[in-house]
Structure formats: structure tokens, C-alpha cells
């Protein structure tokens, strides 16, 4: 992980690679930020930046075996302790399927802006005790008292630590006040005040704000998330939490794709009542939200066009729209009707600022997609 690949932050980028070049690391870092923060990201960077041949001024060189491994988190002096459920008898099956270090480090590729919430999510740990064991304490020292693989840094990252209990945490003071040579312990924490004193004495802060609204909108413009006006309409909401704006933009793709789907269906079926209330809808939206139905719209076409042409990897709906993507391919639009109507709603999204009759332009809308969708009228 780059620092680059951290959207803004620059201030904290450059304290963190500043120490590194002082040779002023302490060995016990405690990267702290609130949720949705780039904390972990953060910390995953500077690991990368310590283990990198070839580091740049700036940055992990990103080309060299040990920037490739830290990519994929499979680094071999590239340790992490994470929460897990504690050790009831009824989970031992359970536990031998997962491995969690493994789903630790596609949660940290995946969702490095993700709280435990997330992580209780991703394994379905619901109803289970998250905990740091003294068993997992014991494993930590025991790593780290081995040598190091690649002869460079050894690095723990405890992801959580407010998750060690007091027998657990007391364990680990012993290591974090004084760590084998060249060990970096990394604690990673949206609850610093959860941590017991005595390991929060022991650490040094590297504090990660959160994103100001400018670093937010600009990181979901340029990865193409969303328009610069919805941009501008999500980062102050989002209050500099990334993991909420990136929410408020599924939500928005969900519930537009259930619209999508709902006015086809009025469109295919020429129910005219059904048509009526959803032009009574959408024109009652903002310029905003129409543009990004219609983006949706146009996505959901893209969609059936790749099902139908079994590309299934390049899709990008969630799988609760692939029935209806699939069927939509299968019953109602073939590759011609497909293009009339991408045709028809990309016209509309240009002409979308200079409509005035947001009510006629949506009803013509709609009955341009039921005569194309109209089953006796297949092209020749
Ligand atoms: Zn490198």
C-alpha cells in the first residue's frame, strides 16, 4: 500500500516519512484517527515504505519484490494480531475454517476504511466475542521473537488493540517497552480511550485527522465514484469519514437501481398508471438525482449488454441485480433494443439542463422505452 494511494492527508504523509528519514520512529507506533479515517491505510503505507529496496523520496518505490508482497499484505516480516471470536467449544469448527489473518488482509485491501462493524460483517462473526487473546498476546511474542525473513523490519500490526483484554494487554507490555531490534509495532485504533494507560504510554501518536470535504471530493470525482455535483453534495455529509461517504454512494446505486428496475418493468407492461407515478417521482427529484438515475439507468443497460455477452467479469452490479440484469437480457431487450434505448436515455442525461418540463420530458421518457421494449415490434 502507497501513500499515494491515500487520498490528501498530505501533512500527515509527510510527519510520518520525515521520521522515518530523522531516524526519529520509536518502535510502538499508535496510528489514531476517527472512523472512516485513514488509520489503517496509513499504517499499512508506512510498513510498506520501511520494507521497500528502493524507497523514493516520497514514497514505497511500489516495483520492488517487497512492495509487490506488501501489496497483497503478504509480506513474510509483515505480521498482524486482529480481534476474533473468542475460543466458546461450540465454534471449533468454525474456527478451523477460517483462517483470520488471511480475511484480515482482504479486508484491509478491500475495505481499509472499514470498522469493526465491517469486520463482524465480512466473516459473519455476528453474536460472537471479539477479543485479542492472551493466547493471541503469547502468539505475538512469540513471532516476534523469531528472526526476521528478508533480514529488514519485523512488523506487528495490532488492528484494534482496545479489543486485548487487561490479561492480554498486560502480556504484551513487556515486548512494546522493549522490542527485539529492528521490530515496529504498529497499533491501529479508532478508540485511543479504550487503550489501558499503560500501553498508551508506551506508544508513540501519530494522529490521522479526518479528511477535510476538498480531500473527499476530489478522491470520489477521481475514481470516477460519482459527479463533481454529487461530490459536492456527499463530502460535507460525509464529515470526513471516507467509509460514510462511500456508503451514502451504494445507497444512492441501490435504491436507483430498484427504481430502474421497478420503472422498466411499468415501461415493458405500458402501465400507464404505474408510468405516471414514477414520472411524478422522478420529476419531482433534483437536477442531481435525475442525472444520476439516468447514469444509473444507462449503467443497468451496460450491465445486461455484458451478461448477455458473458462477460460476467467485467460487471460491476451487486448480485442482488443479477436476476433482474439477467432477465431483462433473457425476456425483454435484445442487442438492438439494448442500443435504442442506451441511445435514448444517454440523449436525455445531455439534454437534462436545458429541459424545462421535467414532467413531459420524463412521460416522453418513458413511452420512447415502452415502444422499444414493445414485444410484437422486434426489429426485422
Ligand atoms: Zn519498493
Known amino acids: 500500500m502507497l501513500f499515494s494511494s491515500i487520498p490528501g ?38 510498513a510498506t515504505y520501511l520494507h521497500c529496496q528502493n524507497p523514493q523520496d516520497n514514497d514505497s518505490c511500489g516495483e520492488c519484490p517487497s512492495c509487490q508482497k506488501m501489496s497483497r499484505l503478504v509480506h513474510p516480516d509483515m505480521n498482524f494480531s486482529v480481534p476474533v471470536p473468542g475460543e466458546g467449544k461450540e465454534d471449533k469448527e468454525d474456527k478451523k475454517k477460517l483462517d483470520p489473518i488471511a480475511a484480515f488482509r482482504l479486508f484491509a485491501i478491500q475495505n481499509g476504511y472499514g470498522n469493526i462493524s465491517d469486520w463482524v460483517y465480512q466473516n459473519d462473526f455476528e453474536k460472537k466475542q471479539l477479543n485479542i487473546s492472551k493466547n493471541a498476546a503469547r502468539q505475538v511474542i512469540k513471532t516476534l521473537s523469531l528472526k526476521s525473513f528478508e533480514g529488514g523490519y519485523k512488523i506487528m500490526l495490532i488492528w484494534a488493540p482496545e479489543f486485548m483484554n487487561a490479561a492480554s494487554a498486560n502480556s504484551m507490555l513487556k515486548i512494546l517497552e522493549e522490542p527485539p531490534e529492528k521490530t515496529v509495532f504498529l497499533l491501529v485504533t479508532s478508540q485511543p480511550e479504550q487503550l489501558l494507560t499503560t500501553i498508551l504510554s508506551r506508544t508513540q501518536k501519530v494522529m490521522v485527522r479526518a479528511f477535510s470535504d476538498e480531500e473527499i471530493m476530489s478522491h470520489l470525482v477521481a475514481e470516477n465514484m460519482c459527479s463533481r455535483e454529487g461530490a459536492v453534495q456527499i463530502a460535507p455529509l460525509a464529515d470526513g469519514n471516507m467509509r460514510e461517504a462511500y456508503r451514502m454512494i451504494d445507497q444512492v446505486a441501490d435504491e436507483n437501481t430498484v427504481l430502474i428496475r421497478d420503472w422498466f418493468r411499468a415501461c415493458f407492461s405500458v402501465d400507464i398508471n404505474q408510468i405516471f407515478n414514477f414520472v411524478d417521482n422522478f420529476s419531482s427529484k433534483d437536477k442531481e ?92
Not at 439516468?294 to 445486461?304: A, D, K
Not at 437534462?352 to 415502452?370: C, H, T, Y
Open 9 to 46: 492527508l498530505e501533512d500527515v504523509k509527510e510527519k510520518i516519512i520525515q521520521a522515518v528519514k530523522n531516524n526519529h520512529l520509536a518502535h510502538a507506533l499508535l496510528f489514531h484517527g476517527p472512523e472512516g479515517s485513514a488509520n489503517l491505510k496509513m499504517a499499512l503505507a508506512l
Open 289 to 380: 438525482s435525475q442525472k444520476s438515475l439516468l447514469l444509473t439507468g444507462i449503467n443497468v443497460l451496460r450491465e445486461v449488454m455484458l451478461d448477455k455477452a458473458q462477460v460476467n467479469n467485467l460487471m460491476r452490479s451487486a448480485d442482488t441485480d443479477r436476476d433482474f440484469i439477467h432477465k431483462l437480457g433473457s425476456h425483454v431487450l435484445d442487442g438492438q433494443k439494448i442500443s435504442r434505448i442506451y441511445e435514448i436515455l444517454n440523449t436525455a442525461y445531455y439534454h437534462l439542463e436545458r429541459n424545462a418540463n421535467m414532467k413531459i420530458m420524463f412521460a416522453d421518457l418513458s413511452f420512447q422505452i415502452a415502444r422499444v421494449m414493445k414485444p410484437k415490434q422486434t426489429a426485422s
